[in-house]
């Protein structure tokens, strides 16, 4: 199976390892396979008497055809082991009918980016291998928050990577900057820049395209990589849990082979939701997939309208892995509905007028399978509360979102399908906005609210998050944003 950009009008070229190295095509467009396998009803049953892992690797190797099935299946089961997935890789939760929550935090930082961030290093690191390259991989990251924790925990340890992460000082939670400064790992470093988000990420993306940078790196043994979520080797691991899912609802008797049932997504860069997509596209009887928003409703929006535009207010939630208003993966599915030709100049719309409007037979292709939902801060937080009233099932507040999306949808279809709804982060996670949510009270404080969450609810606190504030510090480091690539040169010499 061969890769090509979503922009090309080429065959595709690139082998899956290559692709994985190289995050993103030449031409600025994303790497997309060439073709989409398919499931048949017997790989279906074969999927349903394996382990995680088992199902993982066989998923992958559809799609990594030159990796080697027992690479795939090692890899998969060092990655999905029980003492980082506590509680299970992707186990699915019954709330009220027709509802299952599909919980995917249960991984070493207590976020879905685990799924994926736990697996892709090591694919990176047989990348290497096998595309010639001698030379070690810098990752270089810029976080809000969730990515950064979890590439320094995926990426600590591996072999020929380093991973460096820069975050806004004042921007990001307590929590967050506990967990990266307490990282462990020999390849890792951290680092804090005085400014914003946005000031780490043009420091990073200055480093990136900056040649001189590149040739000292390489005197160094050293070339740049990134793990954000356009690389191909965080998609792809994305598309196990869907199936898996579905071997889990049949194990259960839920459905009958062959029978459908429908999906909903908390959605920010559109990557976990396309892998749901692709997996439909491979056969899975997906019948409606639910694209759930927050306030930042771009996507709501474009799937009932057409257009996609980012000239709007920005808004700062309570569920800010959502906070997004350019959805990067929209690019793949644009590329399948509406091929390369139109997606490319989509995307050029985009870059220099900010909006772009799709012809009506992609749209209505898209809407034989997309809807759209959002719920706002408001609704949040009521999702949060009733979910736990009635159920006495504790969500966070991405999950309430998705929560919220497909209970609209529930009541303006009728819709009787299973609908499994994804669960991205631990309530702990974000423990003071539910910990209000809930009790209707403010906690002591942020790093307090975990245990008063866990009181006033009766649920534990996961590993990854107990006992961070005993936890020893390793990373204080600070700069301004004009030093991120001296730091950089200083960690790698
Ligand atoms: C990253 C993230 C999302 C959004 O996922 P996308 O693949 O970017 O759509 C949702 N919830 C949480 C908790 C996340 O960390």
Known sequence: MLYKSTRSTEPAS???AQAIKQGLADDGGLFVPEQIPTLTDSDLEALCG??????????LSLFLTDYTEEELLADCTEAYRAESFVGGAAPLVSVREPMRILELWHGPTAAFKDMALQIMPRLLSRALVKTGEERTALILVATSGDTGKAALEGYRDVPRVKIMVF???DGVSRVQKLQMATQTGKNVNVCAIHGNFDDAQ??????????????????????????????WGRLAPQIVYYVSAYC??????????????????????????FAAYLAMRMGLPIRRLICASNSNHILTDFLR???????????????????????????RLLWLTAGSERTTAYMQALRTAGRYEVDGDVMADIRRTLVGYYATEEETAAAIRRTWEESRYLCDPHTAVAIHAAQCYLKETGDSLPMVVDSTASPYKFANNVYRAVTGQDPS????????????????????LAGLAGRKI??????EPEEMARKVLEYIG
Request: glycine fraction near 8%; charge should be negative; include cysteine.
């Open 14 to 16: 690139v082998s899956s």
């Open 50 to 59: 394996m382990s995680y892992p088992e199902r993982a690797a066989r998923i």
């Open 167 to 169: 975050y806004p000082m």
């Open 202 to 231: 043009n420091g990073v993306k200055t480093i990136f395209g900056d040649p001189e940078m590149a040739e000292r790196l390489n005197e160094q043994g050293c070339f740049l990589s990134s793990a954000n979520s356009i690389n």
């Open 248 to 273: 889990d609802l049949l194990n259960a008797g839920t459905c009958k082979p062959g029978a459908p049932f429908n999906v909903c997504v908390p959605t920010g860069n559109f990557g976990n939701i």
């Open 305 to 331: 309208t057409g257009i996609y535009d980012r000239n709007r207010e920005f808004h700062l939630t309570m569920s800010p892995s959502m906070d997004i208003l350019i959805s990067s993966n929209l690019e």
């Open 445 to 464: 404080s942020e790093l307090e609210a975990l245990g008063q969450l866990s009181a006033a609810t009766g649920t534990p606190i996961p590993y990854p």
């Open 474 to 479: 390793r990373f204080t480091d600070q700069c």
